[in-house]
């Protein structure tokens, strides 16, 4: 059986599913920020019990990442992530918000697959290239779009197949995995550029 497209996995997840799709996608960009603050480990926590407390704990993460930098594009697409989460626990906000974080965090692993002095595509070839790997048609992605293309359908996976807890755990290990490469990514950018 043919595995199902990032956007059929989307579409098909419930809750749960969706609010830790969105917060991987945010969690794995996180070191496009100046610093990287543990705001985000409260909501995965809180992610166990689903509705009880999400937009509470959601509040106390805004709060907390108000105070990371914000300079240039990227950072501020981070954060503006974070701030379209929705407060309310109910499948379409969720759903809509989980689209759009997959959406944004391809496109800042595009940006970084491309790397400085390279020539960028029309905005339209990207939109067309990034629209086709969620539809499960990866041709002509970058290493970094393919491998942040994989864990979001590898989470959407876990989270389908495996029961509570133990599943946020999996994706939160997905997720670290993620943030871990774009920090090594990051931090090489920093050396070459001084």
């Given amino acids: 059986m043919a595995s199902k497209s990032l956007r059929e996995l989307i579409a098909q997840a419930d809750e749960q599913g969706l609010a830790a799709s969105g917060l991987a996608c945010l969690d ?6 100046a610093s990287e603050a543990d705001a985000l480990r409260p909501l995965w926590t809180g992610l166990v019990d689903g509705e009880a407390d999400w ?3 959601l509040a106390a ?14 950072a501020v697409l981070v954060r503006q992530m974070l701030g ?3 407060s309310d626990w109910a499948a379409e906000p969720l759903r809509e918000w989980a689209d759009d974080c997959s959406v944004a965090a391809l ?4 940006r970084l ?8 595509p029309a905005a339209a070839d990207v939109v067309e290239v990034l629209k086709r790997c969620r539809e499960g048609e990866p041709d002509g992605a970058g290493p ?10 590898q989470i959407l996976e876990i989270l389908a197949d495996a029961e ?4 946020l755990r999996q994706a939160l290990d997905v997720s670290t995995e993620g943030q871990r490469v774009l920090r090594a990514v990051v931090s090489r950018r920093a050396r070459v550029q001084r």
């Fill in 61 to 74: 993460a805004r709060e907390a990442m108000e105070s990371e930098a914000a300079d240039d594009e990227a």
């Fill in 164 to 167: 509570g807890g133990v599943g």
């Fill in 28 to 33: 794995r960009c996180l070191p496009l920020l």
């Fill in 113 to 120: 697959d491309a790397g400085p002095g390279v020539d960028e």
């Fill in 84 to 86: 379209a989460a929705p």
């Fill in 144 to 153: 970094l779009v393919s491998g942040e293309l994989r864990r979001q359908v």
């Fill in 55 to 57: 937009s509470g704990r």
């Fill in 107 to 110: 496109e800042l692993h595009h």
